[in-house]
T-cell receptor, first 112, second 114 residues
């Protein structure tokens, strides 16, 4: 069975500072990995995804993530955050075309 | 890119009535769609997998007679919350999978049962 662990429920960061949101997964087979962002009372927006190929994945809004198979991690990073990045971030894992399993989410709180 | 439309975005209904939520893939065919439920400040919990032309597969603990799922075409899946009660109030989100491209989510439906 697959599972996703987001180690931090909340991450406070000063504006223009870098941020890393941590995600670890467990699976016995090859998986797809995703990061989604959710703004209040809205659906999910895909930030980036890893399906295969290069382990460094670049997404929208300046975010990137690196797939590390040996550490079973897929941490999300941004070099300089903005107030508009305040949101809930979900890491997710899925097998090909199978159901997607979400982590519990990390609330990114940008401090002025 | 792939687009999934979910309707309605918000619905308020009286306790005991039924509510139907639609999920459409606008520019691709989705043989499989997924329905999630999200309580405030919590993660998304998978409710069921909707398969075109066959019965949905429900996750453990989800009442299939209460949450009716129909996937009658390759672009439409519906979730009907039957005899809704206040505890069914939640945010419901659908998603569709396009082979090789990952998953696209609808914008969600906020259900409030009064």
């Amino acid at each position: 069975a697959q599972s996703v662990t987001q180690l931090d429920s909340q991450v406070p960061v000063f504006e223009e500072a870098p941020v890393e949101l941590r995600c670890n997964y467990s699976s016995s087979v090859s998986v797809y990995l995703f990061w989604y962002v959710q703004y209040p009372n809205q659906g999910l927006q895909l930030l980036l995804k890893y399906l295969s190929g290069s382990t460094l994945v670049k997404g929208i809004n300046g975010f990137e993530a690196e797939f590390n198979k040996s550490q079973t991690s897929f941490h999300l990073r941004k070099p300089s955050v903005h107030i508009s990045d305040t949101a809930e971030y979900f890491c997710a894992v899925a097998q090909r075309d199978d159901k997607i399993i979400f982590g519990k989410g990390t609330r990114l709180h940008i401090l002025p | 890119g792939a687009v999934v439309s979910q309707h309605p975005s918000r619905v308020i209904c009286k306790s005991g009535t039924s509510v139907k939520i639609e999920c459409r893939s606008l520019d691709f065919q989705a043989t499989t769609m997924f329905w999630y439920r999200q309580f405030p400040k919590q993660s998304l919990m998978l409710m069921a997998t909707s398969n075109e032309g066959s019965k949905a597969t429900y996750e453990q603990g989800v009442e299939k007679d209460k949450f009716l799922i129909n996937h009658a075409s390759l672009t439409l899946s519906t979730l009907t919350v039957t005899s809704a009660h206040p505890e069914d109030s939640s945010f419901y989100i659908c998603s569709a999978s396009r082979t090789g491209d990952g998953y696209t989510f609808g914008s969600g439906t906020r259900l409030t049962v009064v």
